[in-house]
């Protein structure tokens, strides 16, 4: 990463893109990792995380990993998904967070100097123009080694720096060892509590424990469908 000690930086993640760029290149983000790698490189101003919920649902599988980021040291940015039915008769549900992520960009720029996009998406081009026009520069994370490349060729064009998030993955990859304390922690909280879900505006106790809650249910996970 290029990156100086006193520059001020701010990240603006796209939720549903990374987590499918980190599917797709086989690893789960430990979210307290990345926040700290950034803070080591930069001065870190805000932290933005983006993502659309279902709000029908009894449980979203959305909601540990929500609140944990909400509790350490990310700005959530959220809205309600919209279902429709496609020309097929499928049940679909869409979520698109860019014109908040762009706002949000915007509105930061005179107090950064450094914006890190976390997506692929190549509508974000113009915006990472104009941003580039203010005198800010910008790095783009996603990645190239998936299959198909997650980031559109327009973007990262555009980008002052493309940052591959593989080449990341030492520094923000969540181990296994984590994982397996998590969900065994997770097995004897659900024991005592008699459900499975996150009461109240109670954290939970790490990024580890928070994506475990929808590691049993990711089959049926909307961010698959959130384009």
Do not use: C
Not at 15 to 25: K, Q
Not at 78 to 104: C, F, H, Q, S, W
């Amino acid at each position: 990463m290029k990156f100086y000690q006193q520059e001020r930086v701010a990240l603006f993640i796209d939720g549903a893109n990374l987590y499918s760029a980190a599917r797709s290149l086989g690893f789960e983000i430990d979210y307290r990792r990345l926040l700290d790698s950034f803070r080591k490189e930069s001065h870190l101003v805000r932290a933005f995380y983006y993502t659309a919920l279902v709000e029908d649902q009894e449980y979203s599988p959305l909601r540990p990993l929500i609140d944990w980021l909400d509790y350490n040291g990310f700005t959530m940015v959220t809205k309600p998904a919209k279902e429709y039915t496609d020309a097929m008769g499928r049940r679909k549900v869409k979520g698109n967070m860019d014109i908040e992520l762009a706002i949000d960009v915007m509105e930061m720029a005179p107090h950064i100097d450094h914006v890190v996009l976390f997506s692929g998406d190549g509508d974000f081009r113009r915006l990472v123009e104009a941003v580039q026009r203010k005198g800010v520069r910008v790095s783009v994370v996603s990645s190239t080694r998936t299959q198909p490349p997650m980031v559109a060729d327009e973007l990262r064009r555009q980008a002052d720096t493309f940052i591959e998030l593989q080449d990341l993955m030492p520094k923000i990859m969540r181990d296994q060892a984590s994982r397996d304390q998590s969900r065994t922690a997770g097995v004897h909280a659900t024991l005592r509590s008699g459900q499975n879900q996150n009461p109240g505006n109670v954290a939970p106790s790490s990024p580890a424990h928070a994506m475990d809650d929808f590691d049993e249910i990711d089959t049926a996970d909307p961010r698959k469908h959130l384009r």
